[in-house]
C-alpha cells in the first residue's frame, strides 16, 4: 500500500514539475518577446518563475530521494558488509526523516504566517508559495518511509542510482 501511494505520488510530483517548467518557460519566453520586440515587460513573469523554481526544487527533492539520487558517499558504503550497509541506511533514512519531520512542522508556521502576505506583482499569498516546503518534505517523507519499510522487512540494502 505505502509502496503504491509512493509511486503515484511521485508520478504526481513528476507531472506538476513537467507542467511548472513548461509554465515558467513560456512566460519567460513571452517576456523577452514582449521586452525586446513590443517594448513593453510583463511585471509579473519573474515573480511567477521565482515561485514556479522554489516549488521545482521542493517537489524535484522528493522525485530525486524516490530514485535515490540524491548525493550519497556510496563508495564508503559500499564498502561495508552487507549487514553493516542495511543498519547504516536504516540509520540514515531515520535521520532523514527526522529533518523532514522538523523542516515539515516549521514549513507549515511559515506558510501560515505569510498567507496574509501578498506578492507584489501578482498579489498571490506568500503561503502558497512557503507551502511548497512542507509539501516536499511531506512526498519525501512518503518516499523514505516506503524505503524504510523495504529495509526493515529484511530486504538487502538499497542501492544508489534510478530505482524507483
Known amino acids: 500500500m505505502l509502496s503504491r501511494t509512493s509511486h503515484w505520488l ?13 509554465t515558467m518557460t513560456l512566460v519567460v519566453t513571452l517576456q523577452v518577446v514582449c521586452r525586446y520586440f513590443l517594448g513593453a515587460s510583463l511585471v509579473w513573469s519573474e515573480e511567477l518563475s521565482r515561485y514556479g523554481l522554489v516549488w521545482i526544487t521542493f517537489l524535484g527533492g522528493s522525485i530525486a ?16 558488509s552487507p549487514k553493516s550497509r542495511k543498519v547504516v541506511q ?12 522538523i523542516a515539515t512542522v516549521k514549513g507549515v508556521q511559515l506558510a501560515i504566517f505569510n498567507l496574509k502576505q501578498h506578492s507584489p506583482a501578482m498579489g498571490v499569498p506568500m503561503g502558497v508559495v512557503y507551502s511548497a516546503i512542507p509539501a ?23 542501492t544508489s542510482g534510478r530505482t524507483g
Open 90 to 101: 536504516i540509520f540514515t533514512l531515520f535521520t532523514i526523516m527526522g529533518f523532514l519531520t
Open 136 to 158: 516536499g518534505c511531506l512526498l519525501m517523507m512518503v518516499h523514505a518511509a516506503e524505503q524504510l519499510v523495504a529495509l526493515l522487512r529484511d530486504g538487502p540494502a538499497l
Open 65 to 80: 530521494l524516490k530514485k535515490r539520487a540524491h548525493m550519497a558517499l556510496q563508495a564508503l558504503v559500499d564498502k561495508l
Open 10 to 22: 511521485n508520478k504526481i510530483a513528476e507531472v506538476l514539475c513537467s507542467v511548472i517548467l513548461l
